[in-house]
Every structure is written in C-alpha cells, then in structure tokens.
C-alpha cells in the first residue's frame, strides 16, 4: 500500500496550490483520509481531513476559508486546495488513511505518504 502525494512547489503569499494523494495497493474509498503538514522544528499536525462520503469535511482553524479538501473514490485520489496562501504555510504536507481511533487524532492515521513540499515566500 502507497500514498503518493504531490504538487507542492514554491509560490508567492496569496497564490494557490493544489495537491493530490494518490492511494496503490488498496481502495480507502470506505476510509476517512487526511492531510498533515509539519514545518521545520514543529510537530505534525492535522489540516483536514474527509470522510468517504465527502460529507462535513474538518479543517484546522488556521485554514479555514482558505484550503479545500475533496475526493474521488474512484481514482483513489484526495486532494487540497489551497488558496490564499500565507508564508505560514510552508511546510511538508502529508496525506494518511485513518486506521483506527478518531479522525481528529493523528495516532488515528497510517499508510503516510513520502510528502511533498510546500513554500510560500512574502
């Protein structure tokens, strides 16, 4: 099983990136998956996550209004939106499968991508 996660890059404040996770080796379609970012010195943590069904997706606070979370169970794929970016943004953003326990707990999460990296400059 493998999560591939891709489109960072480097982008000015307040441009916009989309990222993909694509899942191989299983279908989470039933599954909850979620995004995670961790910036230099910082721990992981959780920006959104979606529920199979795409239904009352979560996002953390300091992304709300601004990022996008969807899918497409039938490519296996999640994705972010990422809209009016910030220089707090930056960061290696991860996508996971929820596995066990609760969604908003990211010792709930498994099959971790390898990230793909996230620079906003001001």
């Known amino acids: 099983v493998q999560l591939q996660a891709s489109g960072g890059g480097l982008v000015q404040a307040g441009g916009s990136l989309r990222l993909s996770c694509v899942a191989s080796?299983?279908?989470?379609?039933?599954?909850?998956m979620g995004w995670f970012r961790q910036a230099p010195g910082k721990e992981r943590e959780l920006v959104a996550f979606?529920?199979?069904?795409?239904?009352?997706?979560y996002y953390v606070d300091s992304v709300k209004g601004r990022f996008t979370i969807s899918r497409d169970n039938a490519k296996n794929t999640v994705y972010l939106q990422m809209n009016s970016l910030e220089p707090e943004d930056t960061a290696v953003y991860y996508c996971?499968?929820?596995?066990?326990?609760?969604?908003?707990?990211?010792?709930?999460?498994?099959?971790w991508g390898q990230g793909t990296q996230v620079t906003v400059s001001s």
């Open positions: 996971a499968v929820q596995v066990r326990g609760t969604a908003y707990s990211i010792q709930s999460y498994d099959y």
């Open positions: 979606i529920s199979w069904g795409a239904a009352r997706p």
């Open positions: 080796g299983r279908t989470f379609s039933s599954y909850v």
